[in-house]
């Protein structure tokens, strides 16, 4: 990182480190996407840098030192880190996200709870057999969208282990308004409004349910996410807010359906490096390192924000509370002093890597249970390793003749054409 001032102007952060030109680069960012914060950071030879976005003035950083300082328990609010109609269609409002203290610690703790080792298996296994299902289908067929299938295959399964009842057609409904929620989440205009609606539409959904279990019209196990949330109470004791309950039911399937964009862009990494196939079906540990770098490599969550609580200092700066702040994601898991050679897709890496727990943080950074970072990110690595071993030994495809480019300028990007696979046969 560039040296900075070590006597800046007292609860100034404009004057410690570089300003971005412009005078609001809000627009910037918007036609600029994934690449909008990595450009400056060049620029200005620095891992820090000012700016206005929507006239705001905000302090953007990048690199395993900028997570570390990010990621401190209790030092950000994310309230209001996000624009709120990002935020209510990520997280919304009442969600374990916008807490901190001991509500944050135990709505925390019971997400936590949800995803062990024996939780994360069964769930592994419940799409394992929705992707069989979906393999026999694509039989005979022109061809298929593997992110659209892969949010289908995702949605029964989280849905089933979640302990919801559902029918195949209403998960199907269930996960294309899940895929519009993270899809308008970065958006501004008609792709935004109507993934709000669909929201709207959710989690009335939800909030039914809640009240379903509560009210016991229908059994689910206790042990059951749909029950534990349902039953769940916060630090002050009380039972959870139906809204608040319906909120965190959301949170939990939405972020498993999302997990469909890191299966799209694992199967166009098997496609781009084809001689990673066999050792994909045959060693466990190489599997790991290539689904490790599909998660770093290619563009998932650009970036996230947070609001200073309170005065601190890093690097001899002075970062006063309600100073606003954005951690670039994707800037930080292309870094070139943590990753080398971060334009190359090469899950090689992996094979000595040591996380600091700030280097890759696709997911977010720092400890699970006492910050932010997301409790589902080890069942996401077993999707995604499951998913690509399912894809590398059990059929056989073709690739037909499509776009593949992945826009840096789309906030959430994708494959151009989803990924289409055809000719599918058992293998």
């Known amino acids: 990182m560039a040296p900075i001032n070590s006597k800046p102007a007292p609860n100034d952060v404009g004057r410690a480190v570089p300003h971005a030109r412009g005078f609001d680069n809000a627009i910037s960012l918007l036609r600029e996407g994934y690449r909008f914060m990595p450009r400056r950071f060049e620029a200005l030879g620095a891992d820090a840098f000012t700016t206005r976005l929507m006239l705001r003035k ?40 916008t807490h901190e203290g001991d509500m944050h610690r135990q709505r925390k703790a019971m997400f936590m709870s949800l995803f062990g080792p024996h939780e994360r298996q069964r769930l592994v ?4 057999a929705q992707w069989r ?28 282990w979640a302990g919801i009842p559902i029918g195949p057609e209403e998960a199907t409904q269930r996960a294309r308004e899940f895929s519009a929620m993270v ?39 206790l ?15 009380e039972l959870l807010r139906r809204k608040h309950a319906a909120v965190e039911l ?43 770098e599909v998660r770093r490599y290619y563009p998932f969550i650009p970036a996230i924000g947070g609001v200073a609580s309170h005065d601190f200092d890093w690097h001899g700066m002075r970062i006063a509370k309600g100073t606003w702040v ?9 870094h070139p002093a943590s990753w080398g050679d971060p334009e190359t897709f090469r899950p090689e890496r992996f094979e000595r890597w ?47 003749p499509q776009d593949l480019t992945v826009s840096l300028r789309r906030m959430p990007t994708l494959p151009a054409s989803g990924m289409v696979i055809r000719d599918v046969r058992p293998l």
């Open 58 to 97: 905000v302090l953007c950083v990048r690199g395993e030192d900028g997570a570390r300082m990010f990621y401190q328990p209790g030092r950000f609010r994310r309230k209001t880190g996000l624009p709120p109609t990002a935020l209510a269609l990520l997280q919304d409002f009442g969600s374990v996200t």
């Open 125 to 128: 296994d419940l799409a394992a």
């Open 133 to 160: 299902e979906r393999f026999d289908k694509w039989r005979g067929m022109p061809g298929v969208i593997v992110h659209h299938e892969a949010e289908i295959v995702l949605c029964r399964a989280v849905c089933q």
């Open 183 to 221: 899809d308008g989440a970065a958006s501004v205009g008609p792709r935004n409004w109507k993934a709000l609606l669909i929201r709207t539409r959710t989690e009335h959904w939800a909030r039914a349910l809640i009240d379903a279990v509560r009210a016991g019209t229908i059994q689910v196990p």
């Open 223 to 237: 042990e059951s996410p749909l029950s534990v949330i349902a039953r769940h109470r916060d630090a002050d004791g």
């Open 250 to 292: 959301i949170n939990l399937l939405r972020p498993t359906v999302a997990v469909s964009r890191f299966i799209a862009f694992g199967v166009l990494a098997l496609h781009q490096h084809p001689q990673s196939r066999a050792r994909l079906a045959e060693d466990d540990t190489y599997l790991t390192w290539f689904a490790q």
């Open 326 to 334: 954005l951690i670039d994601l994707y800037g930080t898991d292309h």
């Open 354 to 400: 040591e996380s600091s727990g700030f280097d890759l943080i696709p997911q977010g950074g720092g400890d699970h249970y006492a910050g932010h970072r997301c409790p589902g990110e080890f069942a996401t690595l077993d999707l995604v390793k499951s998913a690509l071993r399912l894809f590398a030994t059990e059929i056989d495809y073709a690739v037909p």
